[in-house]
Nanobody, 122 residues
Framework: QVQLVESGGGLVQAGGSLRLSCAAS????????MGWFRQAPGKEREFVAA????????RHADSVKGRFTISIDNALNTVYLQMNSLKPEDTAVYYC???????????????WGQGTQVTVSS
């Protein structure tokens, strides 16, 4: 079992920044990749970013490229999502999850965190 705890969400004005963290515990030696997804009210959960556990080959959704950056600190078993130039349409609950590869679909991920709310005001 792997436990994931997200933090860092909150309320921010458009154009502002936030950094989300996701700390993994438990059987972390099984983790090969981690990703971030988000779900806005009334919408499906969507891919945001993913990265290998080694930190190689990060990938980002087109909607966040150039604004969001995923990174990982293996020593702390923590993955981050730096979010800059935030827009109201970035408002959602953000979830981190573990996977075998840094995929873009939910079915590729097994363990999920409880989510952290990000609200961007206009």
């Amino acid at each position: 079992q792997v436990q994931l705890v997200e933090s860092g969400g909150g309320l921010v004005q458009a154009g502002g920044s936030l950094r989300l963290s996701c700390a993994a515990s438990g059987r972390t030696f099984n983790i090969l990749a981690m990703g971030w997804f988000r779900q806005a009210p009334g919408k499906e959960r969507e891919f945001v970013a993913a990265i290998n556990w080694s930190g190689v080959g990060p990938r980002h959704a087109d909607s966040v490229k150039g604004r969001f950056t995923i990174s990982i600190d293996n020593a702390l078993n923590t993955v981050y999502l730096q979010m800059n130039s935030l827009k109201p349409e970035d408002t959602a609950v953000y979830y981190c999850a573990t996977a075998k590869i840094p995929g873009t679909t939910m079915r590729e991920y097994d363990y999920w965190g409880q989510g952290t709310q990000v609200t961007v005001s206009s």
